[in-house]
């Protein structure tokens, strides 16, 4: 028997829907009579316990402690879990907060690791993670030579959210002893958008760094507009100030929630771009680089400049 | 007062590659090198700051890498680093994030520095792993994807916001000194000078062993398996000159929006 655990996680007392996701990625190499146990630190953890009550997981464990990210408090908890249980896979979503404490755990307790993985399996009673490289050109499979304890940080989107009932045991836990380094002052919300709404486009022509300068974007608002799109773009484009960030798709950005046709122009297709736009069912990919893995989930492809395209575009409309 | 930034010399693909014989990476031939972005941003905000304080504040860039990472540390330092650190040894060339880890914590404990920047992750495995298993084996504080920081040098706190999903940020303090992990867009990076460019020429880069910072192995946290090109996706590809891929596009276009 083993001990599998996920770390699901809330933000402000809502509950993070990806945590469902990494549920999915490790039931997948549930077996026989492993144990499932997901663990959630929060004000009021009782309150997420219907979340994450679905198929498959055997025990919510509650940690009563906070609502506020505190990294710290994370890793103990892994470190306290790890300790008790020596699970042979301690996975949480590969969301920013992750980031924040998982290689920190991972590293203090001498783990296996891999972040962001998009697969994962058993091959030979040997776990093998699945992840991207080489801007998603390449997928390296990855294993975890003696160790006794994995940990994983699970893409989104690539797992479907778990589902199915389930009726796991509560068990509450005392939050562990931490030193906590980190204090929560308040939120930033995004900036107003200034009309600009990716997310309620039907049609969106988005621009990447294949633009090349700033005196070119003018053009693509302009042709955007004569289509009867919404000028869209990649994350170094509003970091440059060339539109403002409340054109931007992605992680870190809009997700085109309501878009049916999608023109990436000059757009290389990084995993948090795509987390914007890879659900769109019409994705046109325009890139001089025929690998570009824009291509891969585009269904309609031209491999060429950019500038050129629009040019030509520009008279048809 | 001193700021320590990691900084890594990242491969980019050539449009065409091949897998080395071994399937357990690309064929080094079709491999470019380069400056990971994330890291102009974490060079440019510890040279802020330095320039904010005066004199006495020192910004060192470390790399761990073999020759091909000299342009990473030349790059920083042309930018305004005062001196840089490139360990090696071929005992790492499989090294992963945890293991590099190992080895920077090894540098901040001869270095003290009093604030360590890290790139929020490499463009190329995109790993987001380094900087913060680096704070887990310091046992430093530390946070992630940091896209602002008032930070004032040799402070006891600062103050960042960290970029969450969609666009929302989180304020947040941190005892430091501390590891932090800096986004894209924290800053505008400048680029180097003529003058910047020369100068770093003669800034001194210190190359050590492993064995220069009693280290004798350092492990990984994994390893590569396998590494293969994915499935080609089903997108179906326009041909023909520019004017006839547009007309083809404009066409589909107008299908799909009903026009
Ligand atoms: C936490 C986090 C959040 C992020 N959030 C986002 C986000 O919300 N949105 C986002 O987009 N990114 C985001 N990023 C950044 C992301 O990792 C990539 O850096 C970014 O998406 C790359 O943008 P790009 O495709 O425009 O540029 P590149 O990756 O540089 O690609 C440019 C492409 O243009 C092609 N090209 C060049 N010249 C031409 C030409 N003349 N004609 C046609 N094609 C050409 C090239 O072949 C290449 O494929 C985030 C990163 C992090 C770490
Ligand atoms: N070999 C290395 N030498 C120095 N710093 C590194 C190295 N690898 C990673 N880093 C640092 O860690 C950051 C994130 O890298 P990664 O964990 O590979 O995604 C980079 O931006 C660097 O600041």
Known sequence: MANLIVIAEQRDGEFRETSLEAVTAIRGIKQGDDKLSVAIIAADPQKHVPALSVEGVDEVIAVKATDDFQPDLLEALIGALVKDRAPSVVAVAHGVDAWSFAPTAAARLDCGLATDIMGLKLDDGDLVATRAGYAEKVLVDIDFPGKETVLLTVRTNAFEPASGSGSPEVTEMAPPEADVATTHEGWKPPADAGGIDIGGSEFILSIGRGVGDESNVE?????????????????????NGWLPKARQVGQSGQLAANCKLYIAM????SVQ?????KHVENIVAVNTDPEASIFSIARYGIVGDMAEIAEELENLF | MKILVTVKQVAFLDDEFEMRDDDRGVDEDFLEKDLNEFDHYSVEEALLIKEAAGDDAEVVVVTVGDEDADDALRTALAKGADRGIRVWDDALAEADGVAIAKVLAKVVEREKPDMVFTGAQSADFGSAVTGMALAGLLGWPHAAVVCNLEYSAGANTATLRRELEGGLEEVMSVRCPAVLSIQLGINEPRYASLRGIKQAKQKPVDELSLDDLDLDSVGSASRVRRMYAPEKGQAELIAGSAAEQAKRLAEIIKELRGM
Request: hydrophobic share 35%.
């Open chain 1, 273 to 277: 771009h795509q987390w914007g736009m």
């Open chain 1, 219 to 239: 053009q693509y608002l302009e042709l955007a507009e004569s289509m009867g799109a919404t000028l869209g773009c990649s994350r170094p484009i509003a970091d």
């Open chain 1, 266 to 269: 000059g757009v290389s297709g």
